[in-house]
């Protein structure tokens, strides 16, 4: 649903005016506007989820204090879940 609106997008297009709740906006400017939106959604489920896992919650990052076993571990060693809080 996202993508083919953004397909559909010519570069003149971005500064066109758009109304938000009665603002106005750019396109690039209401674009940025929801991509934000919807990080902040994120960031709530991820809160959410790490509260309702508990002691099962596995990082979705580096963990606090692990930043220099992350720097000097061989690429290879890093993979998704392969740290735990």
Known sequence: MC??????LKPEDVQR???IRQEPHTVMQALNRALAH???HIGQIVFL???LRSAQWQTLSIPRGRSEDYKTASPKTHSRGMYKT
């Open 38 to 40: 919807y990080a902040q």
């Open 3 to 8: 993508f083919p609106a953004l397909d559909s």
């Open 17 to 19: 005016i758009v109304t």
């Open 49 to 51: 989820a790490k509260h």
